[in-house]
């Protein structure tokens, strides 16, 4: 089993910056791939981005060139740097490994 706690959230304006975490723990031996996703109010869960093992990076494209994805192996922790932030980035963005979710992290930005 993996545990998975994100950190970081919280209420900026729009414009601002925010940088998500999750800490990976349990059996995190064979973690490849780790996500980032988001759930607005009434809207499904979607994809912001994800990253394997070997670097492949993969972006939602409403967040190219604005959301960063990172991850520290040695410490098991996912980051998503997030600049520019937009209303629409409004939601509850969980982390993602295998099957597993956290609980997620409530991001709200003001316009």
């Known amino acids: 089993q993996v545990q998975l706690v994100e950190s970081g959230g919280g209420l900026v304006q729009a414009g601002g910056s925010l940088r998500l975490s999750c800490a990976a723990s349990?059996?995190?031996?064979?973690?490849?791939?780790m996500g980032w996703y988001r759930q607005a109010p009434e809207k499904e869960r979607e994809l912001v981005a994800i990253q394997a093992n070997d670097g492949n990076i993969d972006y939602a494209d409403s967040v190219k060139g604005r959301f960063t994805i990172s991850r520290d192996n040695a410490k098991n922790t996912l980051y998503l740097q997030m600049n520019s932030l937009k209303a629409e980035d409004t939601g509850v963005y969980y982390c993602?490994?295998?099957?597993?979710w956290g609980q997620g992290t409530q991001v709200t930005v003001s316009s």
């Open positions: 349990g059996d995190t031996t064979c973690i490849s791939t």
């Open positions: 993602k490994v295998f099957t597993y």
